[in-house]
């Protein structure tokens, strides 16, 4: 094969592999870190395979920790919570199929930060009480 040819099918396939990549396969996992202090304060999860959110509390404060998601440039919409309310030293939390119900389809572009609050009963899992900084939000591909 003379090079000019090779340099061309090189550069063809090369450019065929990035069209059909898709724009959400390098989304498949997320990670969340809190810190407060140089402390963790929680540390987060998402793999989009079984939907599975994983929330881990890391503080001896009484509180919970929880991962808030909701779809991307609606923040006042529909929000899934997974709250990590069995203490500092139990390793998390894991919620399956987490954004079931929530009407967001394949593909939906979400947002999550963690926060800190009170657990409890209802769909919210209790009382939000404060939210890691905008820069430590993320956001993902389900």
């Known amino acids: 094969m003379n090079k000019g040819l090779g340099l061309v099918v090189g550069a063809a396939v090369l450019a065929a592999s990035l069209i059909g990549t898709s724009p959400t396969a390098d989304a498949a996992e997320k990670n969340w870190v809190w810190r407060a ?3 963790r304060v929680g540390v987060a ?7 599975v959110v994983r929330v881990n509390d890391m503080e001896k404060d ?10 991307s440039g609606r923040r006042g919409g529909t929000h899934v919570y997974c709250w990590d309310s069995t203490g500092s030293k139990t390793g998390g939390v894991h919620c399956n199929n987490a954004f079931k119900g929530a009407g967001w389809g394949k593909n939906a572009k979400l947002v999550g930060r963690l926060c800190k609050g009170e657990s409890g009963p209802g769909p ?3 009382k939000v009480l404060k939210c890691q900084a905008k820069r430590g939000w993320k956001t993902f591909y389900r």
Do not use: A, F, H, Q
């Open 37 to 39: 202090g140089g402390d």
């Open 45 to 51: 999860s998402y793999t989009d395979s079984g939907d």
């Open 62 to 71: 009484g509180r919970s920790v929880l991962l808030d998601v909701w779809k």
């Open 124 to 126: 919210k899992g209790g």
